[in-house]
């Protein structure tokens, strides 16, 4: 039977609501059936209706929906929180609380300590409360983190990676409401570009190599210099296995389109990955010939396998790595068997990588303790 979802934020026009929607309805798992979709109430009803939810489910705030979805015996099995950052906190926890499962889009928080709460709150209420990244649930990310933890790069020394674009380089867009709210502290937290895209980098890196990120030492610059917050940060890191890691977001690198890319290399071999050609791993051996690795072809692990749906060299795009967070919601929801999903404990790892990282560019890239108190 499918499940019942609702959707905060995402709504018409959003950056990534559409992905959400076409995630969580690829595979039949869940039926769009309540959303507050807009920081406009009568918007977000209108939208929602538009989209199929019922008149009576089509909510004017996030308040409304709790409320409406409560007490109903068909209620929502899982919220998706897809609102500006400083946000998720308060609805997230108020959703957990009251019983719901939750994905909630990353940053999961403003603070650490907000993040280490929703950790117990989750726990406590026994809920999923699962974050987005997204990018992990590549079909191809998930074979790099098989090869690794197969040994088939021996151990890893370095860790590479990017995610840099240039769609905020044009200092003219500062007023644009998609852009203005990056780099307003208010609404993004104490971090603009790092929280916004870094964090999916070092997410990845940690994931890749399966291992946490252990000290951070940042320099962050504001090249538009009417931003209060970073649109520009050079961060390294070293995972607590002792792997070096280097890590470049931007937001203002024009030319970049979707510039998030990953290398990992190891004694024995090296992996490279880029979210532009997400189909494909680049893997050469020590001593040996790079091969060109393919999804969908044979000899892959069962994880690439099983978050595959297109026949081989067809593209596996952006809204079908969100669906396969959903698989694996779904999954656990019902109480099946799943792969790995990105918890609210990545959320709140990141949250302390972001706050280590401000703490270290303010200490002219001092390295600073990336961990959570609650995980030391
Ligand atoms: N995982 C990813 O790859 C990824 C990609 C993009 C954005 N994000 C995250 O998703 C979130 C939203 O980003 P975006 O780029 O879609 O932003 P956006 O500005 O494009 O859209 C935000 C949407 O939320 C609505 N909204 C704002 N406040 C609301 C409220 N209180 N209640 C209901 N709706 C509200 C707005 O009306 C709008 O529809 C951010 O936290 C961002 O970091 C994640």
Redesign the pocket.
Known sequence: MKLNWGM??????????P?HRMGAQADGNFTLAAG?????PD??RVYAQRLGVAPDRAYG??REMLEGERGRADRVDLVT?????A??FE?TKAFLEAGFHVLC???MTMSVEEGEEIVRVAEAAGRICAV????SAYPMVREMRAMVAAGQIGKVRLVVTNFSHGHHGDAGDADN??VR??YDPAM?GVSGQF???GI?ALHMAGFVAGDEVERVAADFASTIPSRVLEDDAMVNFRLQGGAVGRLWTSSVAIGRQHGFDLQVFGETGGLRWASEQPNQVYFTPVGGRTQIMEKGEAGLSDEAGRLSRVPIAHPEG?PLA?ANIYVDLAATIRGEAHGTLPLAVDGLRSMAAVHACVASAKADGAWVDARPPMLR
């Open positions: 905060i934020g995402g709504g018409e026009g959003s950056q990534i609501g992905a507050a979709l807009d920081a406009d918007k977000g705030d996030w929180v897809a609102t500006p950052n946000t998720h609805i889009e990353k940053p987005n990244y997204c990018y409401p998609r709210w990056r993004a929280a916004d895209c999916h952006f969100v």
